[in-house]
């Protein structure tokens, strides 16, 4: 016991000790921290014209671990890429939402910051995502580098990316029907759907593999599919189909994505679809 008084004697003995040493020492020097504001690029005033004003979706573009997977070998995109990536979305996405829902509607319900990343997100399955939603307030879109504006199905599959996690944004803020969805292809789900080819998974009724994984994919890949179809791609994809129960399901999906934008958002999804196809030609041809 007496050992134990001795020692806790000692100890604050020694605490005294520092805090009068601490308090004798001359006044510590200027702070090592960089408190400077980066100076803003030309790209950087664009993008706040752009997206941050009147949109307040804020764009990150320079390297951030904070906001990747850093068990995957990903890279920034290429400075000289990015406004054209932005520019993709901006015509594509954002003016077609905002011709047809209405000059607020993007302002209201965004993410609340877009990240791009310059490689392939590649999984151990061999597929590739492509983009990624998180909580409604980020997206990230992956392959920026790889972008070929003269390239129209290259653009298709770019812009599918956050066309897809904006339906899941939308699906957010108002559920769709899944009631009446899960009735429509029940047995069609799986969880190796990477490992069905597109054709096979159009005669159960998907419009892609991917749409078999789960429900909420299933309607954000059809009406994200359906946004990045001309009306003749379309068309022709549903001559395709061979099975008369797989064409119903298909069709039946389609409808539930018309009647949800009409009464979740009032708006045509006709429209929507036709004025992305506009400014899909108009991005390929400028």
Known sequence: MKLLKYNRIAVLAIVSIA??????DDQLGESQLDYTQPVKTNLDN???????????????????????DNSRYLFP?????????LEIVQTIWLKSYATIGG??????????????VGGVNLNSVGTRTLGLAEGGQRVTLF?????????????SEFIHTIQHEYIHILNQNKPFDEKAWKL???????A????????????LGFITSYARSNINEDFAE???????????EYAAFLAGIKSPTALAALKAKEALVVKYFKEAFNMDFYALRDEAEKNTTAVINN
């Open 77 to 85: 995109p290429t400075i000289n890429k990015v406004k054209p990536a």
């Open 192 to 203: 190796d759907w990477y490992n069905y080819k597109i054709p096979v998974s159009n005669e």
């Open 143 to 155: 392959e920026t580098d790889y972008i070929d504006q003269s390239n129209r199905a290259n653009v």
């Open 184 to 190: 429509l292809t029940p047995g069609g789900y799986t």
């Open 222 to 232: 059809t009406a994200s599919m359906i946004l990045i179809y001309s009306k003749a």
């Open 46 to 68: 664009w993008i706040t014209t752009t997206y941050l004003n009147p949109y307040n979706i804020n764009v990150q573009y320079k390297w951030n671990q904070n906001t990747v």
């Open 19 to 24: 805090l009068i040493s601490c308090a004798g």
């Open 103 to 116: 000059a607020d509607f993007v302002k209201k319900i965004a993410p609340r910051e877009i990240v791009l």
